[in-house]
């Protein structure tokens, strides 16, 4: 073979291949776009950009990594027999398969990547998908009729709508992982897509080999219809029954919001002079302020679930179970319009915190091949060779995967709030919850935030869980353990600075949203509650993040209530308030009475005295005891706040006692100083334990190096 021969056909494979890949990741991209509209999955386009310029990267790439495979094999075997596309297309239907098959087995079924078991299946796998590509590319070759390209769409595009439609079933259908309805819930799946393929394969023999465009739009239009039916089918619009219209005029509007991850200490209006919050300092100046609002948990799920309940003990597992009675169920069977807009992707639809709305505009879960993504060498290379920068590709790869509910920010999340409350028909009042993550981490705050808070400083700090050395993602513990020993003083106030950043950023969208209300002369009738779900800790106590403890840092947040016809507008109580205190206060506030039990009582008498009555105020930690947790406190731990005291119990044995009244951060544990807590809060806390149903949780076997060094502290006997 001639050298300008070789070269030709070496361009040819590695363009083609690029091309060819590329195309598919598209198409699989586009089915994921339609999918998850028909089935309405929030999904802002700001998020389909980046997915489509990803895959269509990442497809080109890879694509031309397999054109130089396919051509190097064609140099060593000198089989030249067929064109290179088929072959490039075969492959990729082939990686394809076994994306589909290999990530579900091994996230569920399998007990770890290098585990023999898991070795073996993922090597049958894979003989099972390069068998299959070799098909593909046969049959392909044979049934093309010179509309290899077309048909290489339509394949692609019914395996994009069989992932996004199977994922959906799982998550949002079925709630559950046995293997038989995962099994039926992948084959009825792939029956819809089936069929959509072989549609399309029809249209195309119709046409023939002519009126491109057309073949495209029928064959596209009958997969819409189908995805679409599929939604409508799935769709379970959950009626207001309960009381009429009429009776339920007149009720005011209740608007909800959670700032994801804010502390109350960053706010003007809880004394922060570094004006992050102008909007919501105006709020409070026509609001009550509570001063010590204490969150129920230090991360999302027990946070929001005892919240919405009221109840302590809807915070022991990660999914919300139906027996609850939550804020929304109760507004619903009022007559209310319920509508939930979350940017916290863990409080989807999968984790029963749906309940009740009958509207839910969640974080996506189907785009996880950008998860998938990160994890690819390439991206490691293309930011060390200085290809993209590691913001950037952390902004792509990364924050867009789940952080940040697919990178949903606070001003589609404000879009979508008002585009619901204003298409609404009737004249039933509103329930909308708001969950904003743009305070959570990545802290990224966006302009003019970034560079009026903290204009030097580095944009890679604020992925505080993103390793740039790897070029990966790190889980919060890892941080804990290996970064956070280097962060100097300096850098932690540069990632305050960010942390900042993005709660001034969320202050204007969330102000934005009041403006509309107000506009439309709702404002007043409308009880607004802006609080947060937990905050967060900034290397207090040797930690970072939150899910850690049961800190000062982590649960003292902001609760900020408006309701001028049944609340002083301006007053401010100081005394410790807790979130399960929310449902009671905004039911009594509309006058809607309810048979469900709650724990928490209603503070509309405080705000009316300005006074908390000081009861005692109770938080917990559960957390799985198999994992482990370097450097955070151990097990599970149960608090206590009661009289200006402080009391946290430790499964694992470091135990903490703190006096607020001068210690008001509790950073100075008085326990063993103190010779243990004092018995009314040792008495009061077991009485609610027992009451929660928390006795199950004993002091774990310590093993005999941590005894010894927590004998020596004189924590334990
Ligand atoms: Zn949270």
Redesign the pocket.
């Given at each position: 073979m001639k050298n300008n021969s070789i070269g030709k056909d070496l361009l040819e494979c590695a363009l083609l291949g690029a091309l060819s890949w590329a195309l598919g990741m598209v198409a699989f991209s586009f089915a994921e776009i339609l999918t998850n509209s028909f089935l309405d999955l929030y999904q802002p386009w700001s998020v389909w950009r980046v997915v489509l310029l990803t895959y269509a990267i990442m497809g080109s790439i890879l694509g031309l990594g397999a054109g130089l495979g396919i051509w190097f094999l064609r140099l060593l075997t000198g089989w030249r027999a067929t064109s290179a596309v088929p072959l490039l297309m075969g492959a990729f239907l082939g990686v394809f398969l076994l994306m589909v098959i290999g990530v579900p087995l091994n996230d569920r079924y399998l007990p770890g990547f290098f585990d023999p078991i898991s070795l073996a299946t993922n090597a049958a796998a894979i003989a099972v998908c390069a068998a299959l590509a070799l098909g593909g590319f046969v049959h392909l070759r044979s049934r093309a009729n010179g509309m290899l390209w077309l048909f290489f769409v339509n394949l692609t595009l019914s395996f994009g709508y069989f992932l996004s439609l199977s994922r959906y079933f799982d998550m949002y259908v079925l709630q559950t992982e046995p293997v038989l309805e995962s099994v039926l819930s992948f084959g009825g799946a792939a029956l819809v897509c089936f069929a959509i393929w072989r549609c399309g394969i029809r249209v195309l023999a119709i046409f023939g080999g002519e009126r491109l465009l057309a073949k495209f739009a029928v064959s596209g239009l009958i997969g819409i219809a189908l995805i679409w039916s599929v939604g409508l089918y799935l769709e379970r619009e959950v009626q207001p029954h309960g009381k009429a219209a009429s009776a339920t005029a007149g009720k005011p509007n209740l608007l909800w919001i959670i700032m994801?991850?804010t502390r109350a200490d960053h706010l003007g209006t809880y004394g922060y002079e570094k004006g992050t919050s102008p909007r919501l300092d105006e709020l409070a100046t026509s609001s009550v302020v509570f001063e010590k609002a204490i969150s129920q948990a230090s991360?999302?799920m027990p946070?929001h679930f005892q919240m919405v309940t009221s109840r302590f003990d809807s915070g022991k597992e990660n999914a919300l179970p139906d027996d609850y009675e939550t804020v929304a169920e109760i507004l619903r069977d009022e007559g209310y319009d319920t509508a939930s807009v979350l940017g916290?992707y863990s409080l989807g639809r999968r984790s029963g915190f749906d309940q009740g709305f009958a509207d839910v505009m969640d974080g996506p879960v189907n785009i996880f091949y950008l998860k998938f993504f990160d994890k690819l060498p390439i991206v490691k290379w293309l930011v060390h060779s200085g290809l993209i920068a590691p913001d950037t590709a952390v902004r792509w790869f990364h924050r867009h995967t789940f952080l940040e509910g697919v990178g949903a920010r606070g001003e589609d999340l404000t879009d979508r709030s008002i585009e619901w409350i204003n298409s609404r028909d009737g004249d039933r009042p509103f329930f909308l919850f708001l969950n904003y993550m743009d305070v959570?981490d990545a802290f990224d705050p966006p302009e003019p935030y970034r560079t009026q808070f903290a204009p030097h400083v580095d944009p890679m700090l604020g992925f505080v869980r993103f390793d740039p050395v790897e070029g990966e993602a790190i889980d919060s513990n890892t941080f804990v353990r290996d970064v956070l020993p280097t962060m100097q003083q300096e850098d932690w106030d540069e990632l305050v600075a960010l942390y900042d950043g993005e709660i001034a950023y969320l202050d204007e969208h969330i102000g934005r949203l009041l403006d509309d209300l107000k506009e439309q002369g709702m404002l007043d009738n409308t009880i607004v509650v802006v609080t947060s779900?937990?905050g967060e800790l900034f290397g207090e106590h040797d930690l970072a993040y939150?899910f850690k403890a049961l800190s000062e840092e982590e649960t003292h947040v902001p609760l900020i209530i408006r309701y001028p016809a049944g609340m002083p507008p301006g007053a401010r109580v100081p005394g410790a308030v807790e979130l399960n205190d929310i449902l009671p206060t905004v039911l009594e506030l509309a006058s809607i009475e309810t048979q469900a039990p709650m724990d928490g009582s209603s503070l509309v008498a405080a705000a009316l005295s300005g006074n908390a009555d000081e009861g005692p105020v109770f938080t917990y930690l559960l957390r799985d005891p198999r994992a482990k947790f370097p450097h955070t406190q151990a097990g599970h731990l149960l608090g206590i706040r009661q009289d200006g005291q402080k009391y946290v119990w430790s499964s694992g044995g470091e135990h903490e006692f703190y006096v607020l009244a001068n210690d008001p951060k509790a950073h100075e544990n008085l326990y063993i100083q103190q010779g243990g807590a004092p018995p009314e809060l040792e008495e009061a806390l077991a009485r609610w334990r027992d009451s929660v149903g928390l006795n199950e949780i004993s002091q774990e076997e310590l093993d005999p190096v941590t005894r010894d060094r927590l004998r020596a502290l004189g924590y334990i006997d």
């Open positions: 994801d991850t991360w999302t946070s916290n959570h779900d937990h939150h």
